[in-house]
């Protein structure tokens, strides 16, 4: 069993601005690319027996601009669907939720945290039966809420791990336990 590497997309306009960017297919900013293109010197020493990506074009420029242009789609990585509040900031949603959190509360016509669990938990299956180590190309709640599953954690617990957009994160094992190795590098 090898380790799980996690690369959140590069920036894209509605990242920058705050605003809830789920199934919205937005492109990269000049500066998400270029975050993009400086992945590639840090991950290009490592092999990896497996490369999965969103389906979502942030994802997929960011995994072709860090060197792995034949990244596999994978449709369990495509980040939380926040139904009635794509595109809208956390402060417009407690305007009229107080209090609310994509962790604790629901979104409205988007998906549950259970949803997003059973389709991570088998991104998670899928790291674990690979023959090395995984690269992951996917988006900040989706990977969160991915690392609270590797560490055996219930999926909200990913709400202790903020992300930042253009990183890499390694996540692996101190003997049998699954353990973060490195964070928002």
Do not use: K
Not at 100 to 123: Q, S
Not at 126 to 151: F, I, K, M, T, Y
């Amino acid at each position: 069993m090898g380790d799980g590497w996690l690369v959140r997309h590069g920036e894209t306009e509605w990242s920058r601005d705050g605003r809830h960017t789920g199934s919205t297919d937005l492109p990269l900013t000049a500066d998400g690319e270029a975050a993009a293109r400086e992945l590639a010197p840090r991950l290009a020493g490592q092999h990896f027996a497996l490369v999965l990506t969103s389906p979502l074009q942030r994802a997929r420029r960011t995994a072709a601009l860090a060197g792995f242009p034949e990244a596999q789609v994978d449709e369990d990585l495509v980040e939380w669907h926040y139904g009635d509040y794509e595109g809208v900031t956390t402060d417009e949603i407690r305007e009229q939720v107080p209090g609310w959190t994509i962790w604790t509360h629901p979104c409205p016509n988007g998906e549950t945290a259970e949803e997003v669990a059973a389709r991570l938990e088998r991104v998670v299956s899928r790291c674990r039966e690979a023959s090395g180590d995984v690269l992951l190309v996917g988006h900040g709640h989706a990977l969160r809420a991915l690392v609270a599953l590797w560490l055996e954690q219930p999926v909200t617990e990913g709400r202790f791990f903020r992300l930042d957009t253009g990183t890499v994160s390694v996540l692996g094992h101190e003997r049998e336990t699954p353990v973060l190795v490195h964070w928002n590098a």
